[in-house]
């Protein structure tokens, strides 16, 4: 709405009652009535416009991966007998970008024409949720009005979690080193060592002493030896609304992916625990095993009553939470009854690390 032409248009609104009530005569009264119809012709043009226009969208595909760019298509297109003078477009930018598209310009179309437009769309997480054109502001040809409508079938898309490698994010990479740090002081000290034969698990090779005497060494197996690592993935869902949880979600999904990943190519045998219906426990030894888990990742749904504090009872009650040499939760959010229940269903004292999502955006 152009406020500087509608403060004219009730000038002259407000001149013709004047003039009709002083000097009366047909000349006053046209003015009157062409003052006060522009604002309904501007309607009724917006109308037609309106129910004149065709959206068409179009994606490579429903199916996407969070942050990977894809093309995206969109098609304006004038099916009636008369010029469209000011279009504007809204996307979707709360949970996807759009490249190559300006939402400050204006578009006109003439009659049985249309406009097209390639661009990228990136969606920044994992789920389900609408992208493209929102919304559509529709001007009238004198510049006075203007109507925004939504669209009606909006463009709907399944995004698959981003696996980020571990030495991209350098916060991750700190509690790695950590990790390993840790595990290295627990067992150098009281595990024997001795040479490496054919036959012998990869994943039991002692990368340190190795390289201190130069040659393969691999832990021996010992009866109730600790090994490998834990991962508790934190499933709850604790907002209401998609702009607070989705953020969040998606960045404990992308840690728990991150961490499987990086222990898969350390050879340190890891577990990642999900909570469903029930305990879910999902190895990671080989690639197989890490493209089971992503696949589990995609369809896994966050749900309120699947919160931390439900999911470690439900760990403590199936005696899952012993033998493992480091345990690491990725959490939504924490509290200090979260610390105090995980402080008592570890019972074995096992180290722990964690890595909270609390304020990701």
Known sequence: MDKRKIAILLSGFILSLIAISFYGGPVT??????????????????????????????????????????????????????????????????????TEIDEAAEYELPPHSFIKRRSKLVCRYRGEYNVGIKEIRVGDFFGLFSVIFRIKEPLNVIVSPAIIHPGDDPDA?????????????????????????????????????SGRLQKIMVREKKGEEKSGVAIIMDCGRYYKN?????????????????????????????????????VIKLPVNDREDFEELYRRMCTLKFREDRDIESFILALEKESVLSGYRIMIFVLEKWSDETGERIKSANRDNTPLLFRIREGAE
């Open 173 to 209: 990479l700190q509690i790695f080193e950590t990790e390993r740090d840790s595990m290295a002081m627990r067992t150098e000290a009281d595990i024997p060592v001795r040479e490496y034969v054919m036959g012998d698990d990869l994943r039991f090779i002692n990368w340190k002493i």
């Open 29 to 98: 009264y046209i003015f009157f009535f062409t003052v006060l119809m522009i604002p309904v012709i501007s309607f009724i043009y917006i109308f037609l416009v309106i129910a004149s226009l065709k959206i068409y969208q179009e994606t490579e595909g429903r199916d996407m991966v969070s942050g990977e760019p894809y093309e995206l298509y969109i098609t304006l297109q004038n099916e009636g007998w008369f010029s469209f003078s000011s279009l504007k477009i809204r996307m979707y930018s709360s949970f996807s970008s759009v």
């Open 242 to 278: 998609d702009g607070d949880f989705l953020p969040k979600e998606n960045g404990v999904m992308e840690d728990a992916i991150s961490l499987s990943l990086y222990f898969l190519e350390k050879m340190i045998p890891a577990d990642l625990f999900i909570f469903e219906d029930q």
